[in-house]
């Protein structure tokens, strides 16, 4: 029963960003909607991780199962794609080595700036200079 309420939260979440697409005027998914509402409810607390932890685990794990679906689309769209294929595999390749160096690069700054954090204050929360030593 867990697991079906998780999923109905991640549902739910999803079908709000979907019905957002119809009031926005924006040329963007619902599934963006939906994650940038995710992520604004899981920073505020409105919805803590506990709730949509091991369904949310579950779906990162199968997720390779849901590039099949977009794999036979590419597939069955053979000849349209045939006349420009060089050009969506060169943006394939840059795009793909961008989002890399992008997403290495924030996740290094906030490993840095985590890690300030932490020798600042201790792995345990506490100020250095502490007694914490001293037993």
């Not at 949310?56 to 769209?77: D, Q, R, W, Y």
């Not at 954090?117 to 100020?127: A, F, L, N, V």
Request: glycine content about 10%; overall charge neutral.
């Amino acid at each position: 029963m867990k697991y079906m309420r998780q999923f109905g939260i991640i549902l739910g979440v999803t079908c709000v960003g979907e019905m957002i697409k119809y009031f926005v005027p924006l040329p963007i998914p619902g599934s963006i909607y939906g994650l940038v509402l995710m992520l604004v409810l899981l920073t505020t607390k409105i919805i803590k991780i506990e709730q949509v932890k091991e369904v949310g685990e579950f779906l990162i794990e199968i997720m390779p199962l849901m590039f099949i679906p977009a794999a036979v689309g590419l597939l069955t769209s053979w000849k349209q794609l045939q006349s420009i294929l060089v050009p969506v595999v060169i943006i394939t390749v840059v795009t793909t080595f961008v989002v890399m160096i992008v997403t290495g690069k924030v996740t290094d700054s906030l490993l840095q700036s985590g890690g300030k954090e932490e020798m600042k204050h201790g792995s345990d929360g506490s100020e250095f200079g502490d007694d914490r030593n001293r037993h």
